[in-house]
């Protein structure tokens, strides 16, 4: 088996989960800001004020992603160091700082992959309401319009919106991150509009602005249900349930976010269970949601289950594999998810996440040893090259995450990196996985199938 020869290997982070200084160089505040100031919200009272002080240590992040091999390098953009306020007044510093971070990986032969939007959402505009507010695709739209802008003459790979599943879903319905809210039905479906019409001017802006011919897409959560056996009837209730609508838990759903975007409607399931709660629906909208992309990214850890009380389902067993996050090991999901998406919505697929995180440390010998990391790629890596074979375009894989960083409301216990952070004197180890992700990047995969 072989990946394709054009194949984007790479890493990924996060603005708010690797950046630090966040209150420095004119950056405004935003929720995660806001909110992880009070205590026990994030685990230990922990919060991203410092994380892995990437903003001033970018140049020698670039230097280690190097050594590593790394080829592409997936980062998102803090919307509160472009416009403090979320809106008005520009922060040339901010924007200074991303164009010398990709001036910096292009010198270094890596290719920067920009997300618009990664859950750090300016609290100025969430005081006017926020994703509620019949202004904030405008706000996202001038917003996105200055990155563009200033980024685009050198920035060809754009995703817009990073897991709205998650932050919506874990943000407004659950309350487990980030501004920690609780809405009913009628409030989530206005979000998932708002959300929706922001990643279609997005995409109207760079398609429009754009001084690189663009690559456009986004990076959405939420995999698909592994089929119990081969079956075709297994299979076809498989895709059945992946993207059926369920009024329950629709938020952190995969058609009710995704047909819209490829077909220009919601599922015909979610107008008839929904009813008075589906979203307001303007002339255009639709339309402008519905903007071409060019590659349907897709963040996979699991197969995509219904947990019980126990913790367990029908992927989660007693003492199945578990990572530090308590995931429960599947790497069939790189093979299913890939195969149903492609089929449903017809576009290459990038795998814009994919890791664990692992109960690292250095040793004693200076080293930091992650083979379960590493098995846990060679498993998860054989699946989605599985895919490939069977048919299925897949663009790129880009390792979450480049380093250890703060995982949200987990805060900084969860390591998910190729890279070790010390966080008392932000030194960086990179793990046996980065080196071996190196000798992965060279053979363009084949390292991944030997034992
Ligand atoms: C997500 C986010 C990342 C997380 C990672 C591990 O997918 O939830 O994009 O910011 O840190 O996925 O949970």
Known sequence: MKFPENFMWGAASASYQVEGAYLEDGKGINIWDAYSQEGCKIAHGENGNIACDHY?????????????????????????????????????????????????????????????????????????????????????????????????????????????????????????????????????????????????????????????????????????????????????????????????????????????????????????????????????????????????????YESKAKYNQYGYSENAYAGCPRTQMGWPVTPEALYWSPKFLYERYGKPILLSENGMAGHDWVHLDGRVHDPYRIDFLKRYLRELCRAGEDGVEIMGYMYWSEMDNFEWADGLDKRFGLVYVDYRTQKRTIKDSGYWYKTVIESNGEAIFSD
């Not at 986004?218 to 059926?244: G, L, M, Q």
């Not at 220009?264 to 903007?291: C, F, R």
């Open 56 to 300: 001033h240590r970018f140049r020698e992040d670039v230097k280690i992603m190097r050594e590593m091999g790394i080829k592409n390098y997936r980062f998102s953009i803090s919307w509160t160091r472009i416009l403090p306020d979320g809106t008005g007044r520009v922060n040339e510093r901010g924007l200074k700082f991303y164009s010398d971070l990709v001036d910096e990986l292009l010198a270094n032969g890596i290719e920067p992959l920009v997300t618009l939007f990664h859950w750090d959402y300016p609290y100025a505009l969430h005081k006017k309401g926020g994703w509620l507010n019949d202004d904030s695709s405008d706000w996202f739209a001038e917003y996105t319009k200055i990155v563009v802008d200033a980024l685009s003459d050198r920035v060809k790979y754009w995703m817009t919106i990073n897991e709205p599943q998650v932050f919506i879903g874990c943000g407004y319905d659950i309350g487990r991150f980030a501004p920690f809210e609780h809405h009913q039905a009628k409030d989530l479906a206005q979000m998932t509009h708002n959300v929706l019409l922001s990643h279609g001017k997005a995409v109207k802006i760079i398609r429009e602005r754009a001084k690189k011919e663009p690559v456009i897409g986004f990076a959405f959560s939420t995999p698909c249900v592994t089929p119990k056996d081969d079956s075709a009837e297994a299979i076809e209730e498989a895709k059945r349930k992946s993207f059926a609508f369920d009024k329950d838990d629709f938020i952190f759903g995969l058609s009710w976010w995704a047909d819209p975007i490829f077909t220009g409607n919601y599922p015909k399931d979610a107008y008839e269970q929904l009813g008075s709660n589906m979203p307001e629906i303007k002339s255009g909208d639709m339309e402008i949601i519905s903007q071409p992309v060019d590659f349907y990214g897709v963040n996979i």
